[in-house]
Nanobody, 128 residues
């Protein structure tokens, strides 16, 4: 089992920045690819970004590309999502997820089905 706990969400003005954290416990964190997703009210959950097991490779969703950076610190069992130039349309609950899938050392994924464990989410609200 893996437990994931997100933090760092809140209310921010448009153009501002936030850094979300996701702390993992349980199985060996360093072996997982990690992902961030978000879900706005009335919308389907959307891919934000993914990072491979050692942080060397990342993948971003089109809606956040250029404004978000994913990183991880395996010594702290934590993955981060830094978001800049936030827009009202970024308002959503943000979830981190851990993938048990292994498809090579560079594995990252935008597919929700590749992720086994999910956190409870943290709310991000961007005001205009």
């Amino acid at each position: 089992q893996v437990q994931l706990v997100e933090s760092g969400g809140g209310l921010v003005q448009a153009g501002g920045s936030l850094r979300l954290s996701c702390a993992a416990s349980g199985r060996t964190f360093a072996s997982f690819a990690m992902g961030w997703f978000r879900q706005a009210p009335g919308k389907e959950r959307e891919f934000v970004g993914s990072i491979n097991w050692n942080g060397g490779y990342t993948l971003y969703g089109d809606s956040v590309k250029g404004r978000c950076t994913i990183s991880r610190d395996n010594s702290k069992n934590t993955v981060y999502l830094e978001m800049n130039n936030l827009k009202p349309e970024d308002t959503a609950v943000y979830y981190c997820a851990a993938s048990l899938k292994y498809d090579g050392p560079y594995f990252v994924s935008a597919a929700q089905t590749d992720y086994t464990y999910w956190g409870q989410g943290t709310q991000v609200t961007v005001s205009s």
